[in-house]
């Protein structure tokens, strides 16, 4: 007999995913790449060796294993710009799966909520979008929590091999992202506190613990020392982070934000599992979100800042689905579902208000630097010749940055089919010096140099004769 309740449910879930796919696939490269994507499309070239990747990867990225994944991915495919950000967005989707999956495993009753909420979540959406190891160390991180749930189920009969995959996924979130310490970090205190609180002794958890701190520690170490490059960018912490704790930006909205920081604490609290009076596997998920925030924020008032949110993004998985699965305990059913319902009406709403939905129904806006109008600009005029201006202040080097915007604008003119030709920054001044008669287009990105965008002091003989602005880009023809 057909069972009309399963069927709405399979259709429920089936809906809610397709959406979620879509979400994240439309005009998925209707935008250039910003700076930090340029950076990871270059140390990826599949045309350079291993070792010159490692080598680019110290000189101005630490994404390690996310650029050596790419770089195979584009070996499979083709390097070009246009295949790049499928990466991250399918990386996305599998972490739909993956935290569903996390869901089952937690026994979460509104499994169907939780499918939800992450499919929707704007935040995710946004970096699936991006040629960044985000979704990535997102991914990890459900994977990572799901094997951890299972060599701490003492029904588990698999937990050798659990066990084995627990240590590998541990160690290639750090390899990810240097934050992914924090991880390893909670799973050390989660053992702490099982054994000492509740005298539970879980040999294949402090073997992993200790195999995968290990790594991860010669790994800092070699991190530390290598590192060429120190980020100086990031602000200092104001007291209005600590009214929201970048829930406005997981969510969306300053609004949204306070809605689900308000029902994360409150279920915590309801829950009373931070008062250890019995063994729960969920601590784990509640120390992610504290170390999350603490460690780096205790690094950053002593010291420098270094918390940003997307460095964090991982701190999404516990509370996405700490909420899904405490949300039985509010009393009352209902008013839970009153709250579900509000959830998921606030959720759409503030998704209306969202590029990711007005582009269905206008002409998407553009919010990273627009290098297609610009070089369609210069393409139109009678002078080919054009550079970036690199007169800025930034960790990465010269050279390096050159390299990194030379690759890209060759790669993306090519894509676009417009011949133009690319002087390299270094050479303008010996290009130039003793001609008057000589025009350059010289191209300056606001996300790079971070102020007005003047003429370089070292252009002496230089003066300008047209100037444009397109989204976060300034351009001016040069005449020397």
Known sequence: MINLKEILVAVIILSIFIIGVTLRFYNLNVENFWIDEMVTFWVSDPNITINETLNRN????LHFFFNLILKFYFILTSYEISFARYL????SILSIFSV?????????????FLLFIISFNIYLIKYAQELRSYSLIFFLTSVSLILFFKITDDKNKNKKLNTFFFIISQILIVLTHIYGLILIFSFFIFDFISYYKFKKKNIYLRFSNLISGFISLIFLIVYLKTISHTVNWIPKIEIKFFTNFYFSKFFGSRLLGLFHLSLL???IIKSKILLLKKFDQRLILILIIIFSYLIPITYSLIFKPILVDRYIIFVLVPILVLTSNLITLIEGSHFRKIVIFSTILLTLANLLTETTVK????KRAVHKPDLKSTFIEISKSNYKNYSFNLDKKDPISEKTL???LKNYSKKYTNQINVKLN???YKDIGRIFKYH????????????????LCLIPENFTNARVISEKNYNSINLKLLKF
Request: glycine residues 2%; negative net charge.
């Open 422 to 424: 690319y002087i390299d």
């Open 88 to 91: 991250p967005a399918t990386l």
């Open 402 to 404: 050159n390299n990194i």
């Open 436 to 451: 008057n008669n000589n025009l350059l287009w010289l191209i300056c990105l606001y996300d790079i140099d971070g102020k």
């Open 265 to 267: 604490l409150y279920l």
């Open 58 to 61: 110290i000189e101005s990225d």
């Open 359 to 362: 582009q269905f129904f206008y």
């Open 100 to 112: 569903f999956y996390l869901s089952i495993i937690l026994k979460t009753r509104n499994y169907i």
